[in-house]
């Protein structure tokens, strides 16, 4: 008998065929479907605290660059090989002027021109001819951001209502940290494909299993609460509405978004009424590893404390504990480098991955097409995005916000 004939009745792993993740929606390097489309847009790469006068290896869409900050304060994101001899910038020293390399002494800006050729007749007669690769950067919100894409194309970088306007007692925390996908402060490269992040925003069903059910309570025990959930296209990405009755009498939408090119807008996780003050977006580093940045609206005298419910922080956990008690970083990694898409059986509770998926393939082939996908906006004066996620409850002002807005049952 055909070994295939006997998989296909019982199951039998014996002669399965190889498996492979789709490369379109995943992989990111330069010239890759996913990856010029992820540089049309601005990324950021690293915390604005960490950016000083000694230069960084970073690695960011596939590409290794080195990233520093002039001793005038202005952050630059070079290509590491220098013009002259290509070694690398890594070992330059920074100046009032750019990053000088070790080897000859080229000087270059934060805009790749070269400043000074000290072994070169006056300095260099012709230095003016070299240039340094770079990619522009700005800072916001207590990050660098970076853009990678073409510079006719280049985009004003986007604002978040909810982050706008800092009052007395209050702050912006920028952090880059893991937490946000199931590790804690002491990592920053989570070990998989950035999609995996991504996508599990818009699988609202893993919630009351993975972080209630299976590895004890998480975050709070309504989240265990079996949610009703309705998934729509926003303006510029997707959003799911999951609708909890919770056993007070309450009853409660809660509104998360994924937006373009990899923002994640997850409401309070305590449950805390009203819009979302925090935004997180998932760079990808390459094809196989990931990092997570967030900026958060807090009082004054916040400082970060992951919420872990009954489960131990993820540093000190052990091994067998993980197995005992998984949380997103076990879940996403679990699935390998790249997930195997090709072995998927997805269903219903799927709904918002397979949507998020098709919009993905749609937006990078507007790009393929000369088109300028969601979210890129070429004019200031319409810079500002506004938020629409959050914790809405029946009886108060934020449910009639949410109401107002098209995202809630109408008040009783």
Known sequence: MDHRETRGRDGNAYGRGPQHHDPVITEVGPGTPCGELMRRYWHPVALSANVNERPQNTRILGEDLVLFRDKKGRPGLLYPRCAHRGTTLYYGKVEDEGIRCCYHGWLFDVQGHCLDQPCEPEGGLHKDKVRQPWYPVQELYGLVWAY??????????????????????????????AFGAGGDETQEIVPCNWLQDWENVMDPFHIPILHTSFSGVQFVPEMGVMPQVTWDYAETGMRYTAYRKLDDGREMDRVTLALFPHVRIVPNVQLKAGPADSIGWVLP?????????????VPESFELRIPLGDRKKWSTMTEEERQRFPGDWEAQTGQGPISLHSEENLATSDKGVVMLRRLLKQQIKLVQGGGDPLGVNFDPAEAVVKVEAGNFYKYGYFYQVAATAGQGKPNA
């Open 148 to 177: 990678m894409g073409p510079p006719d194309k280049k985009p004003v970088l986007p604002r978040w209502d909810t982050l706008e306007g800092i009052g007395p007692g209050e702050k912006i925390f920028a952090t880059g940290s």
């Open 285 to 297: 580093v390459d094809d196989t590893h990931f990092r997570l940045f967030h900026a958060m609206r």
